[in-house]
């Protein structure tokens, strides 16, 4: 299977606080994407990164992608009540990249 | 911006009856893709759709499922004869290019069947 895996799976930390989340998966992939989900609503894409690609940051976000372990991490700086969601890792195997395959998601809350 | 649309946001439907949910994707968007997430769990992959055809498909998109582009912005999932296991959120999805780029997600239809 290449499915992704999050740890951990539900994560509670302080407003303010940086929220590291990982991701991991089986095959060989094109690219890696980020999606955060609130509870009951849609998938709101958040970062891709290449798999020729090792960093990326787009505001607070900081995403790691290391294909020798085919893992990656999602940084959250400085953590705010509105980030409070699941997120999501999600890949896309080479030679099957019309299929993007989620993971099971990391549960984030954020404490006031 | 531009988004994916899907209507409707939750539909209702007697075991045993069709549900069609619609979708439309992004304009200039040449990928389609159909998920399901049952609640609390994680998003499934159905079937992706690109030039007209299925390109891909999961386990889970069998005989009763079936996916039309009928009129070159609309993007629509029919499910057949409908199982309680059916009750999920729906989310459509589109993207410019395979494996390139991002995939953008609508907002989903919860379809719950009694």
């Known amino acids: 299977s290449q499915q992704g895996e999050e740890d951990p799976q539900a994560l509670s930390i302080q407003e303010g606080e940086n929220a590291t989340m990982n991701c991991s998966y089986k095959t060989s992939i094109n690219n890696l994407q980020w999606y955060r989900q609130n509870s009951g609503r849609g998938l709101v894409h958040l970062i891709l990164i290449r798999s020729n690609e090792r960093e990326k940051h787009s505001g607070r976000l900081r995403v790691t992608l290391d294909t020798s372990k085919k893992s990656s991490s999602l940084l959250i700086t400085a953590s705010r009540a509105a980030d409070t969601a699941s997120y999501f890792c999600?890949?896309?195997?080479?030679?099957?990249?019309?299929?993007?395959?989620f993971g099971k998601g990391t549960r984030l809350h954020i404490l006031p | 911006e531009p988004e994916v649309t899907q209507t409707p946001s939750h539909q209702v439907t007697q075991m045993g009856q069709e549900v069609i949910l619609r979708c439309v994707p992004i304009?200039?968007?040449?990928?389609f893709y159909w998920y399901r997430q049952i609640l609390g769990q994680k998003v499934e992959f159905l079937v992706s759709f690109y030039n007209n055809e299925i390109s891909e498909k999961s386990e889970i998109f069998d005989d009763q499922f079936s996916v039309e582009r009928p009129d070159g912005s609309n993007f629509t999932l029919k499910i057949r004869s409908t199982k309680l296991e059916d009750s999920a959120m729906y989310f459509c999805a589109s993207s410019a290019l395979a494996g390139g780029g991002e995939a953008f997600f609508g907002q989903g239809t919860r379809l719950t069947v009694v």
């Open positions: 999600a890949t896309d195997a080479i030679g099957r990249d019309d299929k993007i395959i």
């Open positions: 304009s200039n968007h040449l990928y």
